[in-house]
């Protein structure tokens, strides 16, 4: 098991958001976390990232207890974020916004490196001295895609990767991340877009006021209306 | 703040420093060809001030803290180097050492002191940030300030004069003239190493850092360490400045590190532009001769001096750099291409 997640509780200050849910993830792949917007998936990936500490339960990765790690100690141990929200360093170069990030992992092989995210994203190579404001969304989330990949992590967790983007971009983007997996990276994914999360992932898991109400396979998930209605309705 | 363009590389980004040094080393032939000293005292101060401005923008401009210790880091370098030489003049052995007056030693071992001291202030305070950091910084200058206040046998609030001969290894140093390149050759040095360390892997999660957080942890980065071991950079390189400044002017004393001097370093970084590595240089310049020549026409020279102030960070955002960069071509807020 790559990743395990057991009866996990967070929140902040005195209001509880997670309740206890428990899901793992084996090597190369790909799950979502679905529900509506407040009912805990940003809390389960900062408790993932380390950026909240856990009141109780227990996260295990790559065999290690990760759960109340210092979150930089667990980016090394090769859990890899694209965070919500604005994502680049608008004061470093897109050169320098990639090769700040690097880890290198010497038992890896076939590693991401600088070049080898360039030929991934070739957009960016064109705009290698660009500051990272001066680059379009797409340009931004390919960025923040490429810097996650410099770490050379096991697990990619991409919180609304194509959140705010024209439909044509994140058409771009999701056939970036399926080439991802097609290299058999691991991946949790966070997104609205159902369609398109039903064709990429393996598993889904939907969440709902801090617990885990339905998980099942992509097939599963198409077939259950139910589902769909009650928790994923817009 | 307006978001800064990515440091470039290559000459363009470091023909402004050379022209700097450069400009600076005519001076000594202008004080001769004019046969005017003074000119040489005042820009040796105006180099000593720009490595202390250089030095505290390694922390302002790229790692986004605003520090108000830097003059009693600034201070505590300047008594290393006058303590030595005191013990050495008086031929009383510090503890167990024989002072000195050499600056192959005292500057050595005020940059091995104040990096101590750096390193401790910025262990704790970099606990904080905000108006927390400001408040701790500014709490250790003022103990900086009032332990060298404390110092009687080194003169107290009197300031301590350097007696003996100032030498580097066998040259005497009182010579003004040699002084003034000893100090410049710093200076060039402290752009030089500070340029490279800001665009090194080091300087890109610094400055990261310093517009986000989260961001840099998620890539593996401790900005914590990140931001210790740039401030005692900082630390060490302000300390040598103010080595030299005790060892040019033969003299230093609480007053050269009360809080408000912390202040002026902060306005000359900002005044000359906390964008690159040589806008404060010549921040610090305009700062020391507008001082001197604003003070001998007014007393009131300080309200002249607040209103251009205020012209200069609002007519250029990026500071008196920006006009440097106008000169190379592009604008500071601009974006370098190849």
């Known amino acids: 098991m790559l990743l395990d997640v057991r009866s996990l509780e967070a929140g902040y200050g005195p209001s509880q958001v997670l309740f206890g849910p428990s899901f793992s993830i084996r090597e190369g792949e790909v799950v979502t976390l679905l529900g509506r917007n407040g009912m805990g998936k940003t809390t389960t990936v900062r408790c993932l990232s380390g950026l909240l500490k856990p009141m109780r339960g227990e996260i295990w990765f790559n065999g290690k207890r990760i759960d109340g790690a210092p979150p930089h100690a667990i980016a090394h141990a090769g859990l890899g974020l694209v965070p919500e929200g604005r994502r680049i360093f608008a004061n470093l170069s897109v050169r320098e916004n990639l090769q700040m990030a690097g880890i290198r992992r010497p038992d890896r092989r076939d590693p991401w490196s600088f070049e080898r995210v360039l030929d991934f994203f070739p957009r960016l190579s064109e705009r290698l001295s660009n500051g990272g404001n001066q680059l379009s969304g797409g340009e931004q989330q390919m960025l923040a ?23 044509i971009i994140r058409q771009q983007i999701w ?55 009650a928790y994923l309705g817009v | 703040m307006a978001d800064r363009a990515p440091i470039g590389s290559g000459w363009r980004e470091r023909a402004p420093a050379v022209l700097i040094v450069f400009l600076l080393a005519a001076t000594p032939l ?261 001082e001197l020549v604003l003070s001998s026409w007014t007393s009131h020279w300080q309200l002249a001096f607040g209103l251009l102030v205020i012209l200069i960070v609002v007519g250029l955002r990026g500071g008196l750099a920006d006009l440097g960069a106008l000169a190379f071509g592009r604008r500071g807020t601009e974006t370098a291409h190849g």
């Open chain 2, 30 to 290: 202008v004080a001769r060809a004019l046969g005017d000293p003074f000119i040489v005292k005042v820009a040796t101060r105006v180099v000593v001030f720009a490595i202390a401005a250089v030095a505290l923008n390694f922390v302002v401009g790229f790692g986004g803290l605003v520090s108000l210790c830097h003059a009693g880091l600034f201070g505590v370098g300047g008594y290393v180097v006058g303590v030595l030489a005191w013990h050495d003049f008086n031929a009383e052995p510090l503890l167990f050492l024989p002072g000195t007056s050499n600056l192959l030693v005292s500057i050595p071992a005020a940059a091995v002191v104040v990096g101590l001291l750096a390193a401790i202030v910025g262990a704790i305070s970099l606990r904080t940030s905000g108006p927390y950091f400001l408040m701790i910084t500014l709490a250790f200058n003022q103990m900086f300030y009032y332990g060298a206040v404390a110092l009687q046998k080194y003169g107290g609030e009197d300031g301590l004069q350097i007696m003996s001969n100032v030498t580097l290894g066998p040259f005497d140093m009182s010579d003004r003239y040699r002084f003034f390149y000893l100090a410049l050759a710093f200076l060039a040095a402290a752009m030089f190493v500070l340029g490279r360390v800001v665009r090194s892997r080091f300087g890109m999660a610094l400055r990261a850092a310093s517009r986000n957080e989260t961001r840099v942890i998620a890539v593996g980065v401790d900005p914590w360490r990140y931001r210790l071991v740039a401030f005692v950079i900082s630390g060490v390189v302000v300390g040598i400045a103010g080595a030299l400044l005790a060892a040019g002017q033969q003299f230093i004393s609480p007053v050269d590190m009360g809080w408000d001097r912390s202040g002026d370093l902060v306005v000359m970084t900002v005044l000359g532009g906390i964008g690159s590595v040589w806008g404060p240089a010549l921040g610090a310049a305009a700062f020391v001769v507008l």
């Open chain 1, 145 to 167: 895609i490429g810097r996650a990949l410099m770490t050379n992590p096991h697990l990619l967790v991409l919180d609304e990767a194509t959140e705010g983007l024209a439909p």
């Open chain 1, 175 to 229: 056939a970036k991340l399926e080439a991802l997996k097609a290299t058999g990276l691991a991946m949790i994914v966070i997104d609205k877009e159902l369609d398109a999360l039903v064709r990429f992932a393996d598993r889904h898991f939907v969440v709902e006021k801090g617990e885990i109400v339905w998980r099942g396979d992509s097939a599963a998930l198409e077939a259950d209306q139910n589902v769909q209605d």
